[in-house]
T-cell receptor
Framework: NAGVTQTPKFRVLKTGQSMTLLCAQD?????MYWYRQDPGMGLRLIHYSVGEGTTAKGEVPDGYNVSRLKKQNFLLGLESAAPSQTSVYFCASSVALGDSPLHFGNGTRLTVT | RKEVEQDPGPFNVPEGATVAFNCTYS??????FFWYRQDCRKEPKLLMS???SGNEDGRFTAQLNRASQYISLLIRDSKLSDSATYLCAVTSNTGNQFYFGTGTSLTVIP
């Protein structure tokens, strides 16, 4: 049981390049989330999904797009990367709303030069 | 105003000490509350959920004060392995968003 798996673990992009971060969970969780973590800012929610085929904006959605075509996968896309998107990205999932905690993937370290 | 606020610390305590962290939240309708532990360059991992009546897990005790809108974490008999950053998390009133504090850094000194 792998839990939540993120790929890639590390990536360096040049300004203007695009990329997709993949999150996969094998726990049959309905809800999936993408966060970014920056020093002094804590974890900030980018986008989330409450089920297959649905997505919603979080606190800091600008510059990112997401898709949830399959229940187990949640993709985060950067169409035109900017240095301000240099961060550590965490995917998380939970089985249900409310009392269920988040389970995190091990993160993707992205540097945009 | 931030949804969740934490004292960033750092807290440097000797082994065996008792240490407490607080976390305040702004939305009185928040549904659920959690404490996470994050080691350097790793993902956050659930430490414990926080229930209205308070709950304990070994050396760790979590409390919720809805009237004053804060949660707390007490660590007794600190171990070197407790050194980490502790994040509090609070859900929105709809339960579909989790808001995190910036974390409190703890170092336990031999």
């Amino acid at each position: 049981n792998a839990g939540v798996t993120q790929t890639p673990k590390f990536r360096v992009l040049k300004t203007g390049q695009s990329m997709t971060l993949l999150c996969a969970q094998d726990m049959n969780h309905e809800y999936m989330y993408w966060y970014r973590q920056d020093p002094g800012m804590g974890l900030r929610l980018i986008h989330y999904s409450v089920g297959e085929g649905t997505t919603a904006k979080g606190e800091v959605p600008d510059g990112y797009n997401v898709s949830r075509l399959k229940k187990q996968n949640f993709l985060l896309g950067l169409e035109s990367a900017a240095p301000s998107q240099t961060s550590v990205y965490f995917c998380a999932s939970s089985v249900a709303l409310g009392d269920s905690p988040l389970h995190f993937g091990n993160g993707t370290r992205l540097t945009v030069t | 105003r931030k949804e969740v606020e934490q004292d960033p610390g750092p807290f440097n305590v000797p082994e065996g000490a008792t240490v407490a962290f607080n976390c305040t939240y702004s939305n009185s309708a928040s549904q659920s509350f959690f404490w996470y532990r994050q080691d350097c360059r790793k993902e956050p991992k659930l430490l414990m959920s926080v229930y209205s009546s308070g709950n304990e897990d070994g050396r760790f005790t979590a409390q919720l004060n809805r009237a004053s809108q804060y949660i707390s974490l007490l660590i007794r008999d600190s171990k070197l392995s407790d050194s980490a950053t502790y994040l509090c998390a609070v859900t929105s009133n709809t339960g579909n968003q989790f808001y995190f504090g910036t974390g409190t850094s703890l170092t336990v000194i031999p």
